[in-house]
C-alpha cells in the first residue's frame, strides 16, 4: 500500500474518459486499473457508480478481477439531492454498495453554481455536504471531496468556498481536492487561493485541466502552497484539453522534487505503462509527451553530436532510463543498420552487412507502404528469414486461391464464409470455414485444410485482431493496416499485412501468422 | 508596426522545425510566415541563412515575396568562431547578408559547454560574443543574444553566466534570450533565475521548452520576474517534447493578464491560423490543444448541461469566441437529458421531455454496445427523428438482402463484388458493384441501385471510413465499429455501425450514410 502522506490520485477512468473519442468498456477499465496500479499510484477513482450502468458493472467486476497491489478504488458520485435524507438517495447507495473503500463526492463550492445548477440554497448545499459526508463516514467507507468550481467559487465568494471546505473536514472528509473545473488558472493565482485553503487546516488536494496550458504547473504551484494529494489521468486524458498528466507530475516531483511517490522500479516502467494505456483506449500515443513519449529524448544531432558523444547529460534534463524511455538520435542509415544486425542476434542469426543492408532497404520499403514491424516481429522474422533466403519466400503451403463470402439473408441473419485452395506436402487441399465475420471465416478455412497435415495448428489460436486505415482522406481507396496476435500453449507473436482491401490485408497477416506458428512447432519451411 | 515594449517572438521555422517529422521547404516557410504575420507576431525567426542552404533561399525570397504588416524577420546564426574575426567569418558574412533587420545569435552561456562543444576558453567564448555583436550593430543590424543552456550554465556557473548577459548587452545586443535548452526546469526554480539575469539590467528574454510540461508555465514566470521578450513556436512545435506554445502564451497573457500584444480581431482569428499552419507542417493538429484545439471547448459531462443551458460563461474559462473557436456539446454515455436537448436544439428540433427521456435511453444503450454518437453526428439525428416519429425507423429504402464477395483468384488478383437487392419507391432492385474491397463494393452497388431513383445520390462520396475492434481479447469475435464520413457539394457527415461482424458494420453505416444524404437533398423519408 502506497505511503498515506501524500496521494496520487488517479481519475484516468471518470474524469479522463470525458475526452472527446474515449468510450472505455468495462474490460477496458480493469486493464487500465492494473496498468496504474502497476505504477504504484495510491488510488483510482473507477467511475459513477449508480449513474452509469457500465461503471456499477466495473465496481461489481473489480471485487473479484482486480487484485491491487498499490491502489485503493475510490467510487465517484455527488453528495444527496437537496430535500432528501443521504440515507434514503439511491446515488448515494450506489456508492456504498460500490464496495470501494474511499468514496470521492464532488460537491459544488461556487455560489452561483449552487443557485443555476443545484437549484438550491447555500445553506442546504453545506446540509447536503455535511449529510452525506457523515453517512458515508458511519458507514465505513473513507470520503474524499471534489470541490468542484472552487478557484471560480473563490473567486465569487470566497467566504462561502472555504465554508464549503470547513463543513467537509468537520464531516469528516479526509482529503478535500480543490477543482479548478474550467481550467482556466494560471499557477501564481492558483497557489494564492490553494495557500487561503490549506490556512483552514482541512487536507488539501488539487485537481487541474489543461485549458492554459498549465496543468501541470498548476499542480506543482499547488503543492508548493500545501497541497498533499495530487489528481491526474494517465497521458492527460480528459474533457477539452485534457487533465493534469499523472505521468508528468509524479515524474516532475519525484525526479525534480524529491517526493517518494511510486516506487523507482515502477517509474522506470512508466514509458511502458503509458503506451499500454494508449493500446487500451486506442487513442494515437504523443509522441511528444514529456517523460514518456518516443521523442522525449529524440535529438536531431548535428551541431552538438560530438559533444552528446562525450557527455549525453549535458543535452538532456534527465537520465532517460529513470522512466523507462531512451535518448534516440535521429536521421541516420547506419543507426538502421546497426539496429538491424542487433535484431538479428537477438533472434540468433548473425547477419551479413550484404544482408542486413539489403533487410534494411526492404524494411524501409514496405514500411512507407504502411506496414511497421515495431509491434509485428513475426512478420519481421520471417522477412528477415526470407532475406537470408535470398529474398526467396520459404513457406508450408502455397496458396492457389481464396473466396470470403459475407451475406445480409432475406431473414436478417448475417453469415460469412470462405473458402481456400491450397498446397502443401503434395496435396491440393480445399476447404471451407465458416465464421461470424470474414476473417474469422478466412482463419477456420485455413486452418481445417491444414490440420491433417499439421496436427500442431489444433494449439494456434487468433487472439487479437487489430485494424488502421493508414489514410483517411481517400475513403475505401484508403490502405489498411491489419495487426493479427495469435498464440500457442507457449507464446505468443503478431504479424502484419497491408493492402487497400482490409480482406487482403488480413489474409497476409493470417498467412504469416500460420506459418510462423508451424515454425515455432518445428517444422522447416520449405 | 507591433509595439517595441514587449516582443512576441516566433521560431517555428528555426527552432519549431527541429520537431521528428517535421520538415519544412521554403515555400512552406513563406506561407507559415504569412499566417504568424496575420496573427501580428512581432518577429518571425526564419532560420540559418549560410548554414543551410534552403534558409538561405527564404531570407533571399523573403525580400520580394514577403509583406509583412505586423512581423520583421529575425535571422539565426552562432557567433563568430574562436580565432577568427567576425568580418572575416563566412557564417556571420551570411547573417549580414540576409537582409533580415534583426540577427539573433546564439551564444554558450554554460562553462561545461564552452569547453566540450566549443572547445575553446570562457575568455574567448565572451570575446566572440563581443566582437560579434559588435560588428553586427555597426553593420547596421539590430541584435538579439539566445543564451543557451542558460539555466543549466547558471546552476553550473552563475557569475560565467550573468558575465555573457553583461559582455553581450555592453556590446549592443538589445534583448537577451535566456534559454532552458534542454527543457528541464520548473517554474519557481527558473522565475528565481530570471530575477537575477533581470538584475544586471540587461533586456531580458525567455526562449522554454516542454520536457517538464512546463513551457507555457515557465514562460509566463519569467514575464513576471521581468522578462519583456517571449520566444515561443505555433502549435508547440519543436524538439522532444517541443518548446513553448507561442498560442498558448499570447492568449494567456492577453485575455488572463491584460497584455496588449496582438490585435483583438487577429486573437479572434488564432483558432483558424493554428489550424491553417497544420495544414501546411502536415502535422496531424492536436484537438486538445488549449484555446485552438477543437476539443478546447467541448463538453460531454451531462451533469453539466442544464446549468450550461442557463449561463455558459459558468462553463467556459474565456469566450471560446475570443480565439475564434466555438463551445461543442458531445453526446455520449454520460449524456442526461438536458445535453440530449441542447444537442437536439443545435440541429432544429424541439423535443419535448418525454422524447429526450427516450432518446437518452436508447443513445445509452447503444453506447453500452459499443456505438458511439460524439463523431457520428448524421446517426444521432437519423435516431434522433425515429425517436419523434415513435421509433418508427424512416427511410428512403427498405433493404431485403446483400452479398458480398472477395475473391483472390489463382492468378492473384484480388477481386470484391457485391449485390445488394432494395424495395424503394415501390420497386424491386437489384444491383451489382464492383470494388477494391467490400464496403467500396457495397457502397457502389447501393449507389448504382438508387441513382435512377435518387439522382442527387452521384455528389454523394465517402470519404473516410475508421475502423476500431472495440474488445481485443477475442480474437475475430470482437465487436468492430465502423465510422464513414460522407460528403456531398455542401457538407461532410458521418454514420457508426456496430457488428461482430466488419461488413455487416459497414453496411449499417453505408446505409445511414445513404439515408441521410437524401435527407440532405431533400428528400422525405416515409
Redesign the interface.
Known sequence: MADDRFHVYDTTLRDGA????L?L?V?DKLAIARQLDSLGVGFIEGGWPGA???DTEFFRRARTELDLKHAQLAAFG?TRRAGVKAADDPLVAALRESGAPVVTLVAKS?D??VE??LRTTLQENLAMIRDTVSHLRAEGQRVFLDAE?FF?GYKSNPAYALEVLRTAAEAGASVIALCDT???M???ELAEVVHAAVGTSARIGIHCH?????????T??AV?AGATHVQGCAN?YG????NA?LF?VVA?LQL??GFDLVPREALADMTRIAHAITEVT?VTP??????V?V??????AGL?A??IK??PN?????DPAMVGNDMRM?VSDMAGRASVELKGRELGYDLSSETSRVLVERVKDLESKGYTFEAADASFELLLRDTVAGGRKRRHFE????????????GGE?V?EATVKLHAKGERIVATGE??????AL?KAVRLGLEKLYPELAAV?????????LE???????V?RVLITSSDETGEWATVGV??????AS?QALEQAVTYGLLRAGHVAD
Open positions: 470525458q475526452q472527446e473519442g468510450n468498456t474490460v452509469n450502468p457500465k455527488a461556487h452561483r453554481h443555476l445548477a468550481h471560480d474550467n481550467g482556466g494560471l499557477p501564481d489543461d485549458d492554459t496550458g498549465c496543468a501541470v504547473a498548476n506543482l504551484a508548493k492527460g474533457e477539452r484539453s485534457g498528466n508528468t516532475n525534480k522534487r486506442n504523443n509522441s511528444h509527451a514529456p517523460y513519449g521523442s522525449a529524448f529524440a535529438h536531431k552538438h560530438s559533444a562525450v557527455d549535458l543535452y538532456q534534463h534527465i535521429l496458396v492457389e486461391s481464396w473466396r470470403v463470402i459475407v451475406e445480409r439473408t432475406r448475417v460469412s465464421g461470424n465475420g470474414p476473417v474469422n482463419d489460436e487468433l487472439i487479437d485482431f487489430k485494424v488502421r486505415i483517411g482522406t481517400h475513403g475505401t481507396d484508403a489498411t493492402d487497400e482491401n482490409i480482406i487482403e489474409w
